[in-house]
Every structure is written in C-alpha cells, then in structure tokens.
C-alpha cells in the first residue's frame, strides 16, 4: 500500500457540528473537521469557537488547527476576555503547556481602560493574568506609547517600558519616562495615576513578563 493511500486513510472527515473538547476548551467548529487518525490533529478549515470555562477566554476564527496535548492555532482571530476585553489578529496561538495565549499580525485590543492599543505581539498569560504588548505599543485612550506594555489584571495596574510617553487627558499634560519605567494605576475603568521611575518593589512583579 502506498504512502499516498496510506494518508488518505489516516484522515477522517467529521461532520458539520461536532464539539471537540480540548485541552479544557470546549470547541465548536463551523463546518467539518478532518482528524488525523495517526497523530490525532484536526483541521477546523472553515474554523470554529473555542471557549474556556475556566478563564472566560473565547476565541472565534477563521480557520483552526488542534495538536492534541500541545496547541490550538487560529487565523483570523478574534478573542473576548472575562473582563470585557477585545483582541483582534491575524494569528493566534493557544500553548497549552505552558499557559499563553500569543497573538500576532496586525494586532488591536479594546476594553473599558485601553482604547485602540496596537502591538506586534500581545501574550495573554492565562495563569497568572499577566497580558504583556510588545513592539511599538500604541493607544488613543490613555494616549500612550511605548516598546513594552505589561498589564496585571489582578491589581489593575500597567507598566510601560522603553521610551514610554503617556498624555494625560487634563490639560494634554505629557509624562516623558524615557529610559524609566512608567507605572500607571487605574481605580475601576480611570487612569488614577502615573508615576515615572517606580521603585523596584513596584517593578518587581512585573519583571518576568519584561523578557
């Protein structure tokens, strides 16, 4: 039997419908799903949803892939948080063992603190909560840019890193950290306050998401 046979009988073609658990995701794929039979992958060609119970993480995409026990990718994404939060990219990339959530291409988040963030990378560390931006990090509201943002959801506080600027909304004030890190403290969906060149302690939590 050739090889050629061979793949063609290692695929099976799901019908339209069929969720997949996965990972502790449940996923809902909108049309077919082809399972490798040797490896146990499934293609998601016209995509699907997948929903975390646990962290209140959906994803809805274009197209999916599944790798058992690893990853879940996804084209043409579009990810909703617990917390109102909405990520926008062409790529998105669900590690399992390692518990992040990378998004890449053209990416934008929104929610009820930041307006029209834009990044060339967002990790959403789903552990510990920890969102980190990374490569010239933009936002309208607050009015921010830097090359790293890092964003504790826990204590609603984020820290800005590389040639952080932020433009406070009274008067058009702007903070210059430069080479400091910049720390900004919300109080609910407010910008509270801004403070350049926090000390290490402040710092500290944020460190391992700076890398």
């Keep these: 039997m050739n090889r050629f046979l061979l793949s063609l009988l290692a695929t099976l073609t799901l019908g339209t419908g069929s969720a997949v658990s996965f990972g502790g995701l449940n996923v809902t794929p909108r049309g077919p799903q082809n399972l490798n039979l040797e490896t146990g992958a499934t293609d998601l060609p016209q995509g699907g949803t997948a929903t975390d119970a646990t962290t209140g993480l959906r994803l809805s995409a274009d197209q999916m892939q599944l790798a058992p026990g690893e990853r879940l990718s996804a084209q043409g994404a579009t990810l909703t948080t617990r917390q109102g939060g909405t990520l926008h990219a062409q790529s998105v ?119």
């Design 93 to 211: 990339t669900y590690d399992l063992k390692l518990g992040t959530v990378t998004a890449s291409g053209d990416v934008t988040y929104n929610d009820a603190r930041l307006k029209n963030l834009s990044a060339g990378r967002v990790v959403l560390h789903v552990k510990t909560g920890f969102v980190t931006a990374q490569g010239r990090v933009k936002a309208t509201a607050p009015a921010l840019s830097a090359e790293t943002l890092v964003f504790d959801t826990r204590t609603v506080q984020v820290l800005l890193s590389g040639d952080a600027r932020l433009t406070l909304p009274v008067k058009g004030q702007q903070v210059v950290a430069g080479s400091r890190p910049l720390l900004l403290t919300f109080s609910g969906n407010r910008l509270l306050r801004a403070t350049a060149g926090p000390d290490a302690a402040a710092v500290s939590r944020f460190a391992p998401y700076l890398r």
